[in-house]
């Protein structure tokens, strides 16, 4: 292969990896957003960030995946600065990088089928790691030089060791259960009995931001599903109750509604709401 035309394949990939970086930094940062913010790409339930980048799917071992696009992306940045230089050793590397992150775009992908929403930040992402595997692909091939085996297992053996380490770390961190001095224990068991429920749906981000907002903690707040393919899904009584939006707080002492608060609340409205203290 001519090596004005490697390099510019290399250079391609440094600015996918620049690129992509930016998407995963905004999906890191629309994870933890508030959401009353919402996102500049959620259209509606079918293609929205939001919903994708707050569901269930969205962290794996606690740490949110687009934290995990920000690592995989950064290592293939200094691969390719490598591959600019050392040429077949680093062509392996990349090709094998290239193929885990097959993998987290097929696990987004089910993902996405499940919870029957595309988001677009995570497509662009998508579509740069296909892009990458391709070159990776041709790159490997055109070398002239084919490493052997052995060759092979030490260029896995050393980035797999760095691999490892880096993503430990998130992992770790995320894992480290830290006493921030939050207990809604008490809090959530008197909004129950006071007979406050949320709607909710496995599919709504500002759902998932509600839960995290309890912690553990939300285990004392009943909560009813109402999309169908959710787990213990109550479509009927959340179509019977003219649920809207999700989720949506109700006041229902004695069965009778005397209250119901669609949206996101914080602890400040849901004292307000219920007439509970945090």
């Known amino acids: 292969m001519?090596?004005?035309?490697q390099k510019n394949l290399l250079r391609f990939i440094l600015i996918l990896?620049?690129?992509?970086?930016?998407?995963a930094v905004y999906l890191?940062?629309?994870?933890?957003?508030?959401p009353d913010e919402g996102s500049f790409c959620d259209f509606g339930d079918t293609v929205s960030c939001s919903i994708v980048n707050t569901s269930k799917f969205s962290e794996i071992f606690n740490v949110p995946v687009a934290i995990f696009g920000l690592l995989w992306l950064s290592i293939l940045f200094f691969m390719t600065v490598r591959a600019m230089n050392k040429g077949k050793e680093a062509f392996t590397a990349l090709l094998l990088w290239s193929l885990a992150g097959l993998g987290f775009v097929i696990y987004f992908v089910i993902a996405e089928i499940i919870l029957k929403a595309i988001c677009s930040m995570c497509t662009l992402i998508h579509i740069i790691v296909l892009i990458v595997l391709g070159i990776s692909?041709?790159?490997f091939m055109k070398n002239e030089r084919k490493l052997t085996?052995?060759?092979?297992?030490i260029v896995v053996k050393a980035w797999a060791f760095v691999t490892i380490i880096l993503m430990l770390l998130p992992i770790l961190y995320f894992n480290i259960a830290v006493d921030n001095g939050q207990d809604y224990d008490a809090f959530?068991?008197?909004?129950?009995?006071?007979?406050?429920?949320?709607?909710?749906s496995f599919r709504c981000g500002s759902c998932a931001k509600q839960r995290e907002l309890f912690g553990d903690s939300f285990e004392h707040i009943i909560e009813i599903e109402c999309h169908p393919q959710g787990e213990n899904s109550q479509t009927e009584l959340c179509l019977e109750k003219e649920i809207e939006g999700t989720p949506t707080w109700v006041l229902e002492p004695n069965g009778v509604e005397e209250d119901r608060?669609?949206?996101?609340?914080?602890?400040?409205?849901?004292?307000?709401?219920?007439?509970?203290k945090a």
């Not at 001519?2 to 035309?5: A, G, I, N, S």
């Not at 990896?17 to 998407?23: A, D, V």
């Open 149 to 153: 085996k052995k060759e092979i297992m």
């Open 137 to 139: 692909v041709y790159l």
């Open 261 to 276: 608060h669609v949206g996101y609340m914080t602890i400040e409205k849901l004292e307000e709401f219920s007439g509970c």
């Open 17 to 23: 990896c620049i690129l992509g970086t930016i998407s």
């Open 2 to 5: 001519k090596k004005d035309v």
């Open 28 to 34: 890191t940062y629309n994870h933890y957003a508030s």
């Open 188 to 200: 959530a068991q008197c909004i129950t009995d006071k007979e406050i429920q949320v709607y909710g």
